[in-house]
């Protein structure tokens, strides 16, 4: 499974922000390729799509039930195992709506005045802080250390939140220095440039919004946002090998199981 690009990217027809997590140094090695990759949605993929990412074993959707009624199932290679492990990503349903009635100043009053990155902000704390989100997060884990399912693919719908805070877990895990895991956090803005460009193109185009760019803080991802799912782990848990122990039950057992399937 050969990338495009040196950070893992796979460049697909029916996917934007695939991406081979393999390569990066760590202590001991790197990261071994081939073994687990974060995603956007999976659901147009082409035929060609599939051959490439022919071996895949599981495929972890964490997209909410809505997500895959609206924009469809996953399209799995052959002999992939879906698990569905639902995480609402936080209720944009304001958003939504907001967006489609097309009124400027309802508009301003949604998004505006740092209100969107205020929400993103939550919605990554709640990855840590809710009990439902968090035990998606934890079973994810459980399945990464489990050799026999590996390669793994997990994804959300645009594989930015909750696939980059799945990212940042085992990339953290297996000694990922920070710097390099908020870059990788980063970059699917580059995957997604065009796709938002267009997207923000056609909603001022069609007049549904007067200020399209106020969309960017929930398109984008920022710094503050994964920063935010560490310092919840942190303050809730006092460090991070204490929300790995205690808030997805992560021992010394499993993390070195993961460790031992990820590192070449």
Same mark, same amino acid.
Request: one cysteine or more; glycine letters at 10%; a negative charge.
């Given at each position: !499974?050969?990338?495009?690009? &040196?950070?893992?990217?796979?460049? %697909? ?18 990261? *071994? #390729? ?16 599939? &051959? ?16 895959? =009624? ?22 944009? &349903?304001?958003?939504? +709506? *907001?967006?489609? =009635? ?14 969107? &990155? ?10 840590? /802080? ?7 997060? /934890? ?20 594989? +930015?939140?909750?696939?980059?805070? !799945? ?11 920070? *710097? ?16 938002? +460009? +267009? ?9 549904? !919004? $007067?200020?399209?760019?106020?969309? %960017?803080?929930?398109? $984008? ?7 935010? /799912?560490? /310092?919840? *782990? ?25 460790? #031992?399937?990820?590192?070449?």
């Amino acid at each position: !499974m050969r990338s495009d690009d &040196e950070f893992g990217f796979l460049r %697909l027809d029916g996917a934007a922000n695939v991406r081979d997590l393999g390569g990066r140094p760590v202590p001991g090695g790197a990261v *071994a #390729a081939g073994r687990l990759l974060r995603a956007d949605a999976l659901n147009a993929l082409s035929d060609p799509d599939l &051959e490439r990412l022919a071996g895949i074993r599981t495929v972890v959707d964490f997209r909410s039930d809505h997500e895959v =009624a609206t924009n469809g199932a996953d399209r799995l290679p052959d002999g992939a195992e879906l698990v569905h492990l639902p995480i609402d990503g936080g209720d944009l &349903e304001d958003f939504y +709506k *907001a967006v489609t =009635a097309g009124d400027p100043l309802r508009q301003r009053e949604v998004f505006g005045g740092g209100r969107t &990155e205020r929400v993103l902000v939550a919605v990554n704390r709640n990855f840590v /802080a809710d009990d439902a989100q968090r035990a998606a997060f /934890a079973t994810t884990l459980r399945l990464v250390a489990d050799a026999g399912r590996l390669p793994l693919v997990f994804h959300c719908t645009a594989g +930015k939140d909750r696939t980059g805070w !799945m990212a940042a877990i085992v990339l953290t895990i297996l000694g990922v220095p920070r *710097a390099d895991i908020m870059a990788d956090y980063l970059r699917s803005n580059e995957y997604h440039r065009d796709r938002w +460009k +267009k997207l923000l193109d056609h909603l001022g185009r069609s007049g549904q !919004m $007067e200020e399209p760019e106020l969309l %960017l803080p929930l398109l $984008e991802q920022r710094p503050e946002y994964l920063e935010a /799912a560490f /310092a919840e *782990a942190t303050a809730r848990y006092g460090s991070f090998a204490g929300f790995l122990a205690d808030g997805l039950g992560a021992d010394e057992e499993l993390l070195a199981a993961v460790r #031992a399937g990820l590192t070449a």
